[in-house]
Structure formats: C-alpha cells, structure tokens
C-alpha cells in the first residue's frame, strides 16, 4: 500500500470520530447546564480547553459565552478543530482514496458534509443544535459500521482503525481530565449530591453511562468511574480497551515493532495508575492524564515515522495542531 494512501485512511478515521466526539460533548454539555444550579454550572470554556483549543479561541473570541464556543467548535472555518473543518478534512481525504473505500462510504461522508455545511445556522442556534449534532453523530457511527461491514479487513482498514481509536483514546483522557477539574471540590459538602449528575455526565460524553451501570452494577461514583473509563478491557471507549484495540491492528501491519513497543509503554503507565488517589486528588488525576497525553503522542509520531515517512517530534499535540497537519 502506498504510504500516501495509508496516511489518508489514519487521517479519514481520526477526523471522522472528532466530529462524533465534538458533537457529543456540545450536545451533552448542553443537557448538564440544565441539571445543575446555574452558580455551580461549569458553563462552556471547559470544552475549549477539553479541545486544546484555548489559544486558537482568545484569538477570536473575548469571552466564552454559550454562542462563541458552539460556533468555534462546531462551525467556525479558521479552527481546524471544529466539526465543519473535521467534515471537511474527513471528505477531502476521502475524495483523493475513492477506489480504496466502499462507494456508500465516500457518498456518506460526502452528503454528511454537505448537510453540515448547508444547516450550519440550524446547527448553531439552541432550538436546531440538538438535531444537527445528533445527526452527525449518527453519520458517523454509520461510516463505522460501513467501513467494518464492508471493506476488505487489509491493511487500508488497519489504518483507518488506528486513525479512529487513537483519537478516541485521546478524546477520553482529555474529557477525563477537563470535566474532572471543573467538578465540585470535596470540601463543599453541602453540594456533593450534585457530583453524581456530573460524572453521569462525564460517562455520556464517552457515551459509557448504560455500560457503566451494566458493568459496575453501583450508583455513579468518582473512583468507580475513573476505574472504568481508564481500565475496563471490554468497554471500547475506554482508555485502556482503545489501546489494546490499537495493538490487535498494529499486529496486522508489518514492520510494526517501534508502534507496538510504544503501546506497550502506554499499557504499562495505564496498569501502574492509582485511582483510590486520582479519585481524591485532581493534582495526581491531571498527572497521570498528562503522561497518558505524552505516550499517545509517542504512538503517533512513531506510527507516521514507520508508515507515513515523515519526521515528527514524540511532543504530544493539541487535536488542533494535529489537524493542521493533514
């Protein structure tokens, strides 16, 4: 396969589900500000800074009203992050491997842009938001199940996969530690029933709170989400069940031994987590995500330097950055 053609499937699947998950914090974000008391509500910036996106943001925008950071991170041109330039980027690389993916495929994410690009004005007022981004989220899960029922399980699906669970991983330790943050300090007593609505929260931006309840069989609780979102091996959206997922395609791949042992570092740092202490310290939480945030970076860099040819930094990178980059 040629490396071109490899880097534009690894691109085509961490685009796609960028989409899905920018989608899915907004909408969820949304539903949260609704359960809480307005004075202890997180608003919005906490999904800029779950994007990396920050900087790119103060350059535009004064303040993060509700209105500035949907535009940003649905609709906005300029922020390579955004839902519109994921679709985007997700299509274009699509356009250029037609011959590689399944014709329904391609006219999927084809349509699916275009219907974003056409209701983007639906999409960012409150009354149309909800349908719009559940829609994309819908789209996207279709190209999923697409790509898996009806492409050919060779190398080129590998990559696309790789491309997928590397930003889904990446995603759930950036939704880890943002939401973790913003919660409701455990010195405010009186607030604490509250913190039970915000990590169900924290569950249904991973789309994990029915798995969660099937699997830990308690009421949601800090360490018990944290132990199921960074350890459960058969929930796909956990950290550790996405790197084991990245593992079983690299050992499809060839020449596969500098990715794989970057994997191995990441599964090592995942098992030697203390969540009893992450649980009681944000400090220690936000530590361990940083290191997560590091090896994945790790495993990007050397899956571009084996495969796609190209010399890269092991710098871990903002979903930004890494976006400019295709």
Not at 90 to 110: H, Q, Y
Not at 194 to 205: A, D, G, P, T
Not at 304 to 313: G, I, K, L, W
């Amino acid at each position: 396969m040629l490396s071109r053609v490899a880097e534009n499937l690894y691109w085509l699947g961490r685009y796609m589900e960028r989409a899905e998950n920018t989608g899915r914090i907004v909408n969820v974000n949304g539903n949260l500000l609704l359960d809480l008391p307005k004075g202890i509500a997180p608003g919005w910036q906490p999904l800029i800074e779950i994007t990396g996106s920050e900087e790119s943001y103060r350059q535009t925008y004064s303040d993060f009203e509700e209105r500035n950071v949907v535009r940003f991170l649905v609709g906005d041109n300029q922020n390579p992050g955004s839902i519109i330039s994921s679709l985007s980027m997700a299509r274009e690389n699509a356009r250029t491997i037609r011959d590689v993916i399944p014709r329904e495929s391609w006219e999927l994410i084809n349509e699916l842009y275009l219907y974003a690009r056409d209701n983007l004005q639906s999409g960012l007022s409150k009354r149309g938001r909800y349908g719009y981004l559940k829609r994309i989220m819908r789209a996207s899960q279709t190209f999923v199940g697409l790509s898996s029922g009806a492409m050919s399980a060779d190398a080129g699906y590998e990559f696309l996969c790789l491309g997928r669970i590397l930003e889904r991983a990446d995603m759930t330790t950036r939704i880890i530690d943002v939401r973790s943050a913003s919660l409701i300090p455990s010195e405010t007593s009186g607030l604490l029933p509250f913190e039970n609505i915000q990590w169900i929260s924290v569950l249904k931006s991973l789309t994990a709170y029915q798995m969660y309840r099937q699997h830990v069989q308690a009421r949601v609780r800090r360490a018990d989400a944290l132990r199921f979102l960074m350890l459960d091996n058969d929930f796909p959206r956990s950290v550790y069940g996405c790197v084991a997922l990245v593992d079983e395609s690299l050992k499809e791949l060839p020449t596969s031994e500098a990715p794989r042992s970057a994997v191995a570092r990441l599964e090592k740092v995942i098992k030697s987590g203390d969540i009893a202490k992450m649980a009681e310290s944000n400090s220690a939480l936000h530590g361990f995500i940083d290191q997560l945030q590091v090896e994945l970076g790790q495993i990007h860099s050397e899956i571009v330097r084996t495969y796609f040819h190209m010399e890269e930094s092991a710098k871990p990178r903002t979903q930004s950055q890494a976006a400019a980059t295709a």
